[in-house]
């Protein structure tokens, strides 16, 4: 229980401890930090089914779903049907400083929401987009391809918001009106990427299937239906941990993912809150972005199908 302190009624523990390897921070960097942000990180946990990734000393990250038994009655909670696993799951709400807390003193890094909210009838928040360059290209082809993403909207009158994913890539955030059906809302998503793959095909594709990219950014549009995505401000398990940053669309091309740490982001963002101020408010999907999207095959599915199709094919070899 070494270096325990009290901070908005969390004993924390164990502060002067190594984060992980490669971190460059210890475990109260990481207290710091989410306390300096809390609010405005809590801002997008709230009210969201939450996952998490913990790291122990010596031991391998881990995605935590299921909240322990040890959690405090105080935390807020979710139970939800998990069809994967065939078992209820019970979620954390981070709804609070406090609880973001006891995360943090819990050795969670990582914060990863659903698009929807607990009380799910009202659909989706937001599509995302997510922007994935190839193995050792330089930041500044995500940014690229995140313009086309950009392009494609404007061209339906729609607008995201942009953040560095804290690994080597960009989410687009576009927030739409409560209502969209699940399957409307991944099927404008794939639209969305489709229609900035046709832009600049050269840059981008939309192949699930790494081996099928051919060196291109890859426009990820599986971020839907349960999905999850790490929220903005929320650091990550990388080297020196950096940070999930929210960036102006002018100013993305004069970052890197690099630019954001626990250490730095507090510097950057100041007492702002430029995940609110960029975020559009939410939007109508025209109908046929929807209707295109349903002729585009689920990315998933058509992997796996393929997939199995050249195993046959090799086998037959």
Known sequence: MGNAEVRAGVELTNLDQPLFDGAQATKRDLIDYLETVGERMVRNLRDRPLSVVRIRPGQEPFMQKNLPKYTPEWVHRVTIWADSSRREVSYALCDDLRTLLWFGNQRAVEYHTTLLLAEH?????????????????????????????????????????????????????????????????????????????????????????????????????????????????????RPDATVSFPVPWADLENVTPADFTIRTAPGHLGDRDPWAAEMPTPQILPADLIEEGHTIPVARVQAMHEGKRRARARRAE
């Open 121 to 237: 009838t009202a659909g989706p928040t937001h599509l995302v987009l997510d922007i994935d360059p190839p193995p050792g290209a330089p930041f500044r082809q995500a940014v690229l391809a995140a313009a086309l993403i950009r392009r494609a909207l404007a061209d339906d009158g729609l607008a995201g918001a942009v953040k560095t994913s804290g690994a080597k890539g960009v989410h687009i955030f576009i927030p739409v009106t409560a209502g969209l059906p699940l399957e409307d809302a991944a099927a404008a998503t794939r639209a969305i990427a489709a229609r900035a793959e046709r832009i600049d095909p050269d840059l981008a594709t939309t192949a699930f299937i790494r081996e099928d990219r051919g060196g291109k950014v890859f426009l990820d549009s599986t971020r839907a239906g349960g999905a999850t995505v790490v929220a903005a401000y929320s650091p990550r398990v």
